[in-house]
T-cell receptor, first 114, second 110 residues
Framework: NAGVTQTPKFRVLKTGQSMTLLCAQDMNHEYMYWYRQDPGMGLRLIHYSVGEGTTAKGEVPDGYNVSRLKKQNFLLGLESAAPSQTSVYFC?????????????FGPGTRLTVL | GEDVEQSLFLSVREGDSSVINCTYTDSSSTYLYWYKQEPGAGLQLLTYIFSNMDMKQDQRLTVLLNKKDKHLSLRIADTQTGDSAIYFCAESTNDYKLSFGAGTTVTVRA
C-alpha cells in the first residue's frame, strides 16, 4: 500500500515550457487535491476533484489545468510555466463522504521555473 | 470565507512543553486538524478535534479548542528533537476542502 505518490520529485523548467505532474493513490479515495506550498503562505489549494471525471477550481487555479480520467490518478498541468509557479506542489486524497476530511499527502514535487 | 492564522516560529528546549496557537474565522468549522510536516516530506495528520469538544488528549499531545474565541492550540509535552517540524492548523467546513494556516516551524534545541 503505497498511499499517495507523486512524479516527478524534482523538476527545473524554463519560462514558457510545459509539464504535467502526476499524482496516484491506491486507497480508493474519491477526493483528490493539488496544493502549492510557498514560504510563509502555507498550503493553497489549486484544483480539486470530488470524483472520477470531475474537477473544480480552488483558491489559486490560474495557470494550471487538471484532469481526473481515472479514479486513482489526478494530473496537474502547467501549459506555459512562469517563475511565479516556482513552488513545492503537494497532492492529497481523502475518503471523506461528510464533514470529517482527513487528507493523505504525497511527498511533494519541487518545481523551479527559470 | 476561511482564514487560519498561526505564528511562524517557535523555539523550545528539549524536555519542555511546546504550545502552538492558531486562530480561525469560520464559525461553521466542524473539524479542526493539526498536521505535521517533517523536512522534505508531505504533511501527516497528527490529531484532530470536533467542534463540539473543548479538549482532546492523545499521549503527549493535547488539543484545546475555544470556540467562542475561535482559538485552537496544540500542546506537545516533553518535546523531543524528533518533534522539530512545521505544524499546520487546518479547518474544514462542509465543502470537501481544508483551509490551512501558514505553518509554525518548531525548533527543538538541546
Amino acid at each position: 500500500n503505497a498511499g499517495v505518490t507523486q512524479t516527478p520529485k524534482f523538476r527545473v523548467l524554463k519560462t514558457g515550457q510545459s509539464m504535467t505532474l502526476l499524482c496516484a493513490q491506491d486507497m480508493n479515495h474519491e477526493y483528490m487535491y493539488w496544493y502549492r506550498q510557498d514560504p510563509g503562505m502555507g498550503l493553497r489549494l489549486i484544483h480539486y476533484s470530488v470524483g472520477e471525471g470531475t474537477t473544480a477550481k480552488g483558491e489559486v487555479p490560474d495557470g494550471y489545468n487538471v484532469s481526473r480520467l481515472k479514479k486513482q490518478n489526478f494530473l496537474l498541468g502547467l501549459e506555459s510555466a512562469a517563475p511565479s509557479q516556482t513552488s513545492v506542489y503537494f497532492c492529497a486524497s481523502s475518503y471523506s463522504q461528510g464533514i470529517y476530511n482527513e487528507q493523505f499527502f504525497g511527498p511533494g514535487t519541487r518545481l523551479t521555473v527559470l | 470565507g476561511e482564514d487560519v492564522e498561526q505564528s511562524l516560529f517557535l523555539s523550545v528546549r528539549e524536555g519542555d512543553s511546546s504550545v502552538i496557537n492558531c486562530t480561525y474565522t469560520d464559525s461553521s468549522s466542524t473539524y479542526l486538524y493539526w498536521y505535521k510536516q517533517e523536512p522534505g516530506a508531505g504533511l501527516q495528520l497528527l490529531t484532530y478535534i470536533f467542534s463540539n469538544m473543548d479538549m482532546k488528549q492523545d499521549q503527549r499531545l493535547t488539543v484545546l479548542l475555544n470556540k467562542k474565541d475561535k482559538h485552537l492550540s496544540l500542546r506537545i509535552a516533553d518535546t523531543q528533537t524528533g518533534d522539530s517540524a512545521i505544524y499546520f492548523c487546518a479547518e474544514s467546513t462542509n465543502d470537501y476542502k481544508l483551509s490551512f494556516g501558514a505553518g509554525t516551524t518548531v525548533t527543538v534545541r538541546a
